[in-house]
């Protein structure tokens, strides 16, 4: 019997250092929540070399579903490239957008200390 294809009902989406890691360490621990175990596959961003680069493996990232309701994955890189949203909405209608925001002034210090 082929086992019908698990894909996401949810996608974290945001600006860079915007709280999408915390908010992706935070909800793989609820038990109904299921995430990628690659936080960022960023496979539906047009623009980057990635490391997911076929529809298989991308849909091999959801094959530890078991029961879980509520299936997602987490690649900030989502908000800003410009063909992101519109794939995402075309192939998972029906999917929930989490959008990570941060004041403009907090990001940019926290940047900074980043890469001090």
Same mark, same amino acid.
């Given at each position: 019997?082929?086992?019908?294809?698990?894909?996401?009902?949810?996608?974290?989406?945001?600006?860079?250092?915007?709280?999408? %890691?915390?908010? @992706?360490? $935070?909800?793989?621990?609820? +038990?109904? /929540?299921?995430?990628?175990?690659?936080?960022?596959?960023? #496979?539906?961003?047009?623009?980057?070399?990635?490391?997911?680069?076929?529809?298989?493996?991308?849909?091999?990232?959801?094959?530890?579903?078991?029961?879980?309701?509520?299936?997602?994955?987490? %690649?900030?890189? @989502?908000? $800003?490239?410009?063909?992101? +949203?519109? /794939?995402?909405?075309?192939?998972?209608?029906?999917?929930? #957008?989490?959008?990570?925001?941060?004041?403009?002034?907090?990001?940019?210090?926290?940047?900074?200390?980043?890469?001090?």
């Amino acid at each position: 019997m082929i086992k019908p294809i698990t894909q996401p009902n949810f996608f974290i989406l945001g600006a860079a250092k915007s709280g999408t %890691s915390l908010l @992706y360490e $935070t909800l793989i621990e609820h +038990p109904e /929540i299921f995430l990628s175990p690659d936080k960022e596959p960023s #496979f539906f961003c047009n623009h980057l070399d990635k490391h997911i680069n076929s529809t298989a493996k991308y849909f091999d990232l959801y094959e530890e579903v078991k029961d879980e309701p509520i299936i997602g994955e987490a %690649s900030h890189i @989502y908000l $800003t490239d410009p063909s992101s +949203p519109r /794939i995402l909405k075309g192939l998972f209608p029906d999917a929930k #957008f989490l959008i990570t925001l941060r004041n403009p002034a907090d990001k940019a210090y926290s940047q900074y200390v980043h890469l001090i």
